[in-house]
């Protein structure tokens, strides 16, 4: 369970990053037309990535308290990113109606947008079943 947790997470991070990557290269940073907030896009990448660090030090180290501590931090991440998917899906459904500028977000391919939610639904079930001791 705790390597299929790990596997989990870094496929939602690769979807992240390929976001991100366009979010910021889109001009989200500095865009007036985007939905998405530099702190919530950032925050969220940060509790993730922090999150991702402590499941690593688990799976070398051992520690249930690690476990708990990186399910923990993946709640905010989930609130965070379900926040964010609310915003993109109004934009998302507008884009073929509108001919104005495009908000950095809306140029996320959606493959990616749907692939990283379900890995990352995925990441909470199995790191939730792992700090329960589930599979070990």
Known sequence: MDIAALIAWLVTAVGGFVMLG????KG???SRTGRFAP???FGHFALAAAGLVLWIVYLLAGGTALAWIAF???VPVALLGFTMLAR???GYRARGASSGERAPEQHFP???VG???LFAVATVVLVLLAALGVGS
């Open 115 to 117: 692939a990283h939610g």
């Open 39 to 41: 702190g919530l896009v």
């Open 28 to 30: 989200g940073t500095r």
């Open 110 to 112: 959606v493959a990616v």
């Open 72 to 74: 923990v931090l993946l």
């Open 88 to 90: 993109w899906l109004p």
């Open 22 to 25: 366009t979010w910021i290269a």
